[in-house]
């Protein structure tokens, strides 16, 4: 049987979390709060990024600005931290915000929570519903409910280097190469490709861990159904990839997050003898390039392109939500409206720092104006608005992060040549069973 989804935070965070069975004070007929005028001017948030601070405060389009007669309380607390702070005011009713930020890793888990805990957003999601992106709205629905709402769209694609592209296919054209790794079967092909042409001192990607979104993306099925475990057929092919690629020298062998890894975006990585390899290509989302790519490859700015790559997938994103027992309600839900999709504070935000906002409005008014020098003037505003399209959130369930994190363990061992196959499998089924109940 599945276990409370906030009982699990254990596996997910350091510290152990409260369980979060208690419902909202004084709670109205209709499962919200005073439904009728709020209480007070003030609304207290609490978020893990300082993105929404500034949303809330910029002098020019923030929810501030168009809301003068009210007041915020902010409080900022690490990633690793939040849930620990949020799961236990949000049990007893005792300190909680009015309105917080969720990050995609542990959004569900909240989601999957919403009839015990969150503000249902259903009247908001139907006044802006045509305005807004598909997955991010699946992500934060749960049993034919709105519970939280994201601002932005995180889909992924692939960079990788114009001059490496020239060198080994003859072309750095992004839709020529997209043609060479259409799907996960010609990506493989590639890798072949680049290791032969280039006497193996190129290398496709830094990591095989740039590979588990593209292979998530590319799921039919969640990793649990009816109360099991499953094991998707694109799952069981990434696991098999990932020995290919150590087997074969494809990758850099490195840790996405590592040295190595940030080593590779700027021509500074060295394979296990010492020698000098390039990187051909990362997978990352819209967030990649502004704050992982762009700052991080030194001396190759410009001699970038994405295309989408072998599948559609994301990664990332913050969702709003609000506190069920909230005093405040109609103003939550207000300010939750205002930061997703209000027309005039999307296109000033998107404006000001690149992010691809889930508002389709703003996407057709804005995404024609872009050039990128990073990537060598490519528009990848229209391209990253297109490959939002048709991401599937409906396999996101609250119990990834801790299976995947097992997931990934396991895929290492196999990969890596420590344990067969068969070994591998079976420690991950038992692990989830004995620490998640499926």
């Avoid at 978020?47 to 501030?64: A, C, H, P, R, V």
């Avoid at 601002?151 to 190469?177: H, M, N």
């Avoid at 990506?187 to 593209?214: C, H, Q, R, W, Y």
Wanted: proline share 4%; net charge negative.
């Amino acid at each position: 049987m599945k276990k409370s989804l906030l009982a699990l935070s254990g596996v997910l965070c350091a510290a152990a979390l409260l369980s979060v069975s208690c419902k909202g004070k004084e709670q109205g007929a209709n499962g919200t709060a005073n439904a009728g005028a709020d209480a007070n001017k003030n609304l207290v948030v609490w978020s893990f990024t300082d993105e929404l601070e500034g949303m809330i405060n910029d002098e020019n389009f923030g929810y501030k600005k168009a809301h003068s007669d009210m007041t915020v309380e902010y409080s900022l607390t690490p990633t690793d931290q939040f849930p620990n702070k949020l799961d236990p005011v949000l049990a007893s009713g005792n300190g909680a915000p009015d309105v917080f930020a969720l990050e995609n890793a542990f959004v569900r888990k909240y989601i999957e929570e919403g009839p015990e805990l969150l503000l249902p957003l259903d009247d908001v999601y139907a006044e802006v519903k045509d305005k807004m992106a598909d997955y991010p709205m699946q992500i934060g629905s749960y049993n034919g409910h709105v519970y939280g709402m994201a601002w932005q769209v995180c889909p992924g694609a692939v960079f990788y280097r114009r001059s490496l592209a020239k060198q080994i296919l003859g072309t750095d054209d992004p839709a020529e190469v997209q043609k060479y790794m259409s799907d996960l079967t010609k990506f493989l092909e590639l890798a072949e490709t680049i290791k032969t042409k280039t006497n193996n001192t190129v290398k496709i990607v830094s990591t095989t861990g740039d590979l588990f979104m593209p292979y998530k993306g590319a799921r039919k099925d969640p990793w649990v159904v009816n109360g099991k475990l499953v094991i998707d057929p694109a799952m069981d092919q990434y696991m098999e990839m990932c020995k290919v690629m150590h087997d074969k020298e494809y990758d850099g062998r490195v840790g996405q997050w590592s040295e190595g890894w940030f080593a590779g975006m700027k021509d500074a990585l060295k394979d296990d003898t010492g020698k000098d390899v390039k990187v051909f290509s990362y997978f990352l989302p819209t967030w990649g390039l502004h704050y992982v790519l762009k700052t991080n490859a030194e001396g190759t700015a410009g001699d970038w392109a994405m295309c989408q790559g072998p599948a559609k997938y994301y990664w990332g994103g913050t969702w709003i939500a609000a506190y069920k027992g909230t005093k405040n309600p109609n103003a939550a839900k207000e300010m939750i409206k205002y930061l997703v999709s209000d027309d005039g504070f999307c296109e000033g935000y998107a404006k000001k720092t690149g992010d691809t906002l889930g508002n389709l409005h703003t996407q057709a008014a804005i995404k024609d104006t872009f050039s990128e020098p990073f990537l060598g003037g490519q528009n990848h505003y229209v391209e990253f608005c297109e490959m939002a399209k048709g991401i599937d959130g409906k396999l996101i369930q609250g119990t990834d992060q801790a299976i995947e994190a097992l997931w990934g363990e396991a895929v290492a061992a196999y990969a890596n040549g420590e344990k067969s196959k068969e070994d591998a499998l079976n420690e991950f089924k038992a692990q989830v069973s004995t620490t998640l109940g499926f």
